[in-house]
């Protein structure tokens, strides 16, 4: 009989996160002196429209970097990824297939959405810490989606446990396309997938395997220039009502009332309606709308009408948001536009942060030894609540099941089906995990929840309704419950009892 093992200790540490995003407008960007480098642990720089000619023909990816390198010096920071999304496509390409073989023969142009992200060397080369970079990529474009005009980069950090996600991107432009824009979310929400698969068609092969990003992480930084509008009156095709909308705007900035010119703001709505971005919050906004600024405005002009483009409503297109899960806390010290920087037709925006999160106590120790010849976790009592499940008028009868993912488990768990409105199991259901792996490995990674719908077959959009994760940091809490989503959107909550045995 072995003997029965304690975990790895658990605490709760604080990471200052600071996350900037600006929109280059494919111009030569100011100097970097405006950001002011703090103690952070933790940068995330995200651009878009960075194509430009660098000094001395130095690409534009090639520049950024040495610009970013010389705010934040390798003997206090080390960077550890820098992303550019994958090519875009000009009016040489006339079509999917065209554009897809030019970026096979290298010959397609880089695109201008870039993310780097700076962890302090107090945290990166510190031994009592272990931190792995997962980096991913999703177009939302022209010709299907296949451009990296528009779309996303995401880095995904896990620190001794602690899995934090920063995701930049690009959405498609002007105030008509709010859908086109619900549109992209929910493209990079599914779909963003390893940089080196471009197109993506590895990851749709593996989907029974493959998780949202934003359903395995628990703090989550979305931002980047969304391109959601200030949108006073609802009529979009009168030039008469568009210029009575800038109109509108361009007295609230007057008035210097930021918190009021919000009750317009596209993103707001989209959020508070589930549109879009559920779950996600945005600190308060105390600053002038950060596009579109007119670039031959004089220096000392005051006046917004001036200030701002003629032919464009100003608006919040660069936003930074944040969602915590599973014993996160975020809290926004600061979140402001840097109104000065004039390269650009965009302002840049800076937040900071401090990220409360529970993480192993000297992981890379950890995972060298104590390695379980059994370790069990065992679900019990699962429900599932769904919309359809609490209102009789919205009950189906399709069959429900839970499948439990883990990359240390022996093999997936997955529940008898479940055709009534309310969806429970017993249980037990037991999770065996490989006998190679040491008590960190399996507790720095989440147990994914997939909800299928087994009467779909798998090319269906229906064949999974929503996934949620299980944090194993905090393994010893005997109640478990996460909100089920797809697409950034919420479909019902999950919960279960969780035991745990664990034998040297």
Known sequence: MGQKASLPPVEKRSFRVCVITWNLGNKLPDPLDWIAVGDWDIVAIGTQEGCYEGPDGLSAELHWQSLLDGVFPEDVFTCVDYQTLSPRTDKTYKSPTVFKRAVEAGE???????????????????????????????????????????????????????????IGCHFNA???????????????????????DVFGEATQKEAMEHAEVTNRHSAIFFFGDFNYRLQPLPDLESDEERQKMREM????????????LMKWDQLRKQISSGAAFFGYEESTVDFPPTFKFNLKAPPDATDPSIVYNAKRVPSYCDRILYRSRSSVSIECVDYRSLEHVTSSDHKPVVGTFNVSMPCLVDFPKYRLKQRPREFHLTMSDLILVTEESVSPAHHSSFKVVVQVYHPCLVEPVVTEPCSSSRHVWDGPYVLEFRPDAT??????????????????????????????????????????????????????TFACRVDHSAIL
């Open 108 to 166: 397609a142009k880089a695109s201008g959405i870039r993310l780097a992200v700076y962890v302090h060397n107090r945290i990166a080369r510190n031994k009592a810490f272990n931190v792995e970079v997962e980096t991913l990529m999703q177009t939302c474009g022209r010709l299907d989606g296949q451009s990296g005009n528009k779309g996303a980069v995401c880095i995904n950090l896990n620190i001794n446990g602690a899995s934090i996600s920063f």
């Open 174 to 196: 002007h105030m008509e396309k709010l859908e086109r824009r619900n549109q992209d979310f929910d493209v990079v929400t599914r779909s963003l997938h390893d940089t080196r």
């Open 249 to 260: 705007v361009l007295e609230g900035i007057r008035a210097g009332d930021w918190r009021d």
């Open 439 to 492: 008590y960190a490995e399996i507790q720095a990674k989440p147990l994914v929840i997939k909800v299928r719908n087994c009467e779909a077959s798998a090319d269906e959009e229906v064949y999974f309704l929503g996934e949620g994760f299980m944090s194993l940091i905090m393994v010893e809490e005997p109640l478990f419950k996460t909100s089920v989503e797809q697409g950034g959107k919420f479909f019902g």
